[in-house]
């Protein structure tokens, strides 16, 4: 499992306070601390398992794409290295 990390919006936690459900709040949170965090999620709430899809995932996943391509073009860009690795100890 890849850990990794991600923004929490204010405009989630402005709609989650609005739940009423004490349990479906904490299954939404933990859906997407799980998502965030480690890429995986449950569906033990398919009511916030859907409203995650919908709402909270796109976001997550466009901010992680992004954060992707950035370290891809580190390794192509940037200053040449000038120690080699092997030499380093």
């Not at 919006?9 to 998502?35: C, G, H, M, T, V």
Request: with cysteine; charged share 30%.
């Amino acid at each position: 499992m890849v850990e990794r990390t991600f923004i929490f919006y204010p405009d989630w936690l402005n709609f989650i306070e609005r739940i009423s459900n004490e349990k479906d709040k904490l299954d939404l949170y933990d859906i997407i601390a799980s998502y965030g965090c480690h890429g995986e999620y449950s569906n033990k709430n398919p009511m916030m398992t859907a409203v995650f899809e919908s709402l909270i995932k796109p976001k997550i996943d466009i901010a992680q794409g992004r954060y992707e391509e950035k370290i891809t073009m580190g390794k192509n860009y940037g200053r040449k290295k000038i120690v080699d690795d092997n030499m380093v100890k």
